[in-house]
């Protein structure tokens, strides 16, 4: 058949590897892409309306359930966005405690993509298990990486999932001195394993494509902005301020996506790990930096397959970043603080990176201290345009020199490449490849 | 032969898989024991019988419950898996709005109106109420929680992988706590639902500093109008009874009389 004149049509329900339920749908029809789709079929949760009638202190565990992968950040912001409401400020402590929660999360959620769901795609087989007896080492360490961050995780929370030891304000209950000393140690050790998994990550070979897009990421004048930060994009140099951010995300529905959709300055806009690393290269660790290098990732970096590598760096950027932060930490002894707050009438809003990207969370008040107005505004429902974008350019792009099945794998790839979290973006998500 | 086993996400965060991969220790182990042949969050392979399907998630669309309905027909066992498996969890809350109002409060009344009228994404859209899976289906088992414990997920498996019925003590959460010599959560000017909700945690929650909310359901012989009496007696408003119940038991009867009208 001539390349011109092929004829294909892709389906993939409920793509495997992902958080949440998502399916790709492509219709060539003699060498045109007549139709593709990037369908989110999540049940819907109604998340936004779960949280009216509730007390501020209810609003961040009820909001976590919103995603288990990515429970610590919505967490983290929706106390932000409530303390904001509120007008509740923070001791450097628990400023402290809650950017160590947060990186907890992301050695968590980047050692799980990159080496438990996105790297089998790379070695060529079908998920981690055959990669358990041909390269035991490997997974004996990412194992045992992701553990010490589930574990950091629960040192700080309480438990890995869910955690309840955050609230507005403080700690419910402070983390426990020797097991932060224990953990520091562990992160201390980690860095060698890292050095061998950055190895192996190098030596994989990423499909040759790029687009370039938007990239949108927190900026912070001090340091590499994950815990807080303005909104910047790649496209104007320029950043507003968290509380204007519909001006950013602009959603929109479309038919085939329970979650909504957004765009920024141009058709869409990419965020997470490439962006964040693209964005605010300068201020990674040096030994982050070093990481980039090695994989040869220079910035900006537009071929979105590279967010993987894009997730080590930054593995390696909060792993060092952890170590000083808990250092910090454990020069004083720790003080339990008041956590009794006023409550009030109010508004406010949050963002706050987290691994997938930026999120948004904005509550409301009433007089008698109930919620009457919530929303939330997830990396992959901004990231999930983008996605389709970048299909709509590869499959013409690749179409002449790729049969169907590569094809279609590749599409895979490139959606697990984003980490793509869409449970979060319907707070509800389920994608299918047609 | 190794038995089958199968894992199946509705709606739901999918946290109670993650408590079963965040299981680094024995995971492999299990892997041992058991044929993983559906487990879509980690791998990427499928099939057709099954001897044990975990139930992730709560029933919200007509799809989702014929699916359920159809894994059902093809499994030995079937557990439901986490809180929202078993009681509907958060979501359940928004039973007390019309789907309709559901989707214009979400979407917006035009964008809702535009997006249905694409035939072919219908089923997408249509919502019914949240359910539990036992509402809709025979279930053999529940694990509850949010998130589900990963020890009483081991004890199930241990129990079926040798052929015996796995057993759940039924006590309040109450019980566990006071074994961990926990202050009480009243005594420290808090409400909690511990002395009526199902245990099996080890009050997790209240070690670390938080109330318990009932996230695993309430105990069927609860005598739910005396702790709403002794909750009302420590000067917690009918309404923040009522609040508190439905964070995470909006499906659960909660007391009419104490309570004073409908839930």
Known sequence: MSTSKKNIRIKIDHVTRLEGHGSIRINVEQGKVEKLNLEIVEANRFFENLVKGVPPHDVPQTVSRICGICCVGHQLAAIKAVENALNLTISPQTRLLRVLLNESQFLQSHALHLYFLAIPDYVGVKSILPLASSQPELIKKALKLKKLAND???????????????????WRKLPDKNKLHELLERLQESVTDLEQMVDFVAQLKWPDYERQ???????????YALYEGEIYSSDTGKSVPESRYREVTNEFTVAHSTAKWSRWHRE???????????????????QAKDVANALDLKVPCY????????QMVEIIHCTHHCIDAMQQLLEKDLQMEDIHYQSSKGIGSSAIEVPR??????????EQGLCNHADAVIPTSQNINNIEQDMKQFVPQMLPDMEKDELASHMEMLLRAYDPCISCSVHMLDVTFV | MKPKVAFFDFASCEGCQLALLNCEDVFLDLLE???LVEFREAISEKSSRYDIAFIEGSIHREEDSKRLIDIRSRSQYLVALGACACNGNVQARSNFIAPAENYKLIYGESDRNRVQVDEEYWPLWAHTRVRAVDEIVKVDFHLRGCPMSAEEFMTLVKALLSNQIPHFPENAVCVECKRNANECVFDKGMSCLGPIAYGGCDAVCVNNGHVCDACRGLLPYANIEAHNELMLSKGIS????????RLFCSAEKIGKETLNNEH
């Not at chain 1, 950091?152 to 403080?170: D, E, K």
């Not at chain 1, 071929?303 to 894009?310: D, F, I, V």
């Open chain 1, 152 to 170: 950091f995780t629960a040192v700080l929370g309480g438990r890995t999932l869910h955690p309840m030891m955050p609230t507005l304000v403080g």
């Open chain 1, 213 to 223: 897009t938007e990239y949108v990421s927190l900026k912070h004048a001090d340091e």
């Open chain 1, 268 to 286: 869409s806009y990419m965020v997470g790990a490439l962006a964040r690393v693209n964005n605010n290269y300068e201020q990674l660790y040096p």
């Open chain 1, 303 to 310: 071929n979105p397959y590279k967010n993987n590598l894009a």
């Open chain 1, 357 to 366: 990207g930026i999120l948004f969370h904005e509550y409301g008040f009433d």
């Open chain 2, 33 to 35: 024991q058991i044929e």
């Open chain 2, 238 to 245: 009918k309404e923040a009874i009522k609040s508190r119940y």
